[in-house]
Nanobody, 120 residues
Framework: QVQLVESGGGLVQAGGSLRLSCAAS????????MGWYRQAPGKQRELVATITSGGSTNYADSVKGRFTISRNNAKNTVYLQMNSLKPEDTAVYYC??????????????WGQGTQVTISS
């Protein structure tokens, strides 16, 4: 069984910063891409940022220059440093990981989500 556990969400004022963490645990052979997605009320879930096992990153245009994704492969953990936060960044943030299981198949896993609220 594999779990993704997120932490670090909360309420901050516009212009502030938050750092999200997501740790994968369980029966894991290796982790390929990891990423962060978000879903605001009444909207579809959208990509925020992804990072490959080799460290290549991809960002949504709306967060470029403000958010930084990173990972610690030894700890099976991905981070999202969010700076210069705006009210429109308010959403539930979900961690995602493409995990190869010991038995062989790759499976896509999601965390439970962490609320990020930015006040104006």
């Amino acid at each position: 069984q594999v779990q993704l556990v997120e932490s670090g969400g909360g309420l901050v004022q516009a212009g502030g910063s938050l750092r999200l963490s997501c740790a994968a645990s369980g029966s894991i052979f290796s982790i390929n891409a990891m990423g962060w997605y978000r879903q605001a009320p009444g909207k579809q879930r959208e990509l925020v940022a992804t990072i490959t096992s080799g460290g290549s990153t991809n960002y949504a245009d709306s967060v470029k220059g403000r958010f930084t994704i990173s990972r610690n492969n030894a700890k099976n953990t991905v981070y999202l440093q969010m700076n210069s936060l705006k009210p429109e960044d308010t959403a539930v943030y979900y961690c995602n990981a493409d995990i190869r299981l010991p038995a062989g198949p790759n499976v896509d896993y999601w965390g439970q989500g962490t609320q990020v609220t930015i006040s104006s």
